[in-house]
């Protein structure tokens, strides 16, 4: 019997890394990331520090993976070890301008 399977072995599966740079490269409007800020300033930034620099106590927001935003839409509304839960106090909105400011940092400022 005559046969040819050597082709099936070459067929491309490479596309998975371009995927994921497009998700981490989103962008938001300037408002949003202003209102995360203002949110920021008023909420976390005693333990996560103002602007985001040098926490007095908590992680570091800068180095949050990008691609995670369900993580930090999870962690931020039901809490996490030694994070209180911020669900009864911040609308699905803030938590989404939070997120914006998180990941666009303070590069505007
Ligand atoms: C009372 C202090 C405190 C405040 C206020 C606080 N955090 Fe945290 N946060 C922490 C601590 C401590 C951790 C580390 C939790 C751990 O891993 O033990 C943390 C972790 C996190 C994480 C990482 C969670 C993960 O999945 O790894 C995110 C995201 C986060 N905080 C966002 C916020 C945001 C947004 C606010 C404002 C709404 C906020 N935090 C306010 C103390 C605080």
Known sequence: MK????????VPFA?????????VAQSFPPALVQQGA???AANCAVCHGNH???PPWAIDLATFP??????FVNSVTDGVRNMPPWGDV????DIKALWA???EGEKGN
Request: one cysteine or more; hydrophobic letters at 45%; proline letters at 6%.
């Open 3 to 10: 046969h040819g399977f050597g082709l099936l072995f070459v």
């Open 15 to 23: 596309c998975a890394a371009t995927v994921m740079h497009e998700a």
């Open 38 to 40: 203002e949110i920021f």
């Open 52 to 54: 985001m620099k040098n």
């Open 66 to 71: 990008r691609d995670e935003p369900m993580r």
């Open 90 to 93: 911040l609308k699905p909105d």
């Open 101 to 103: 400011y998180v990941v």
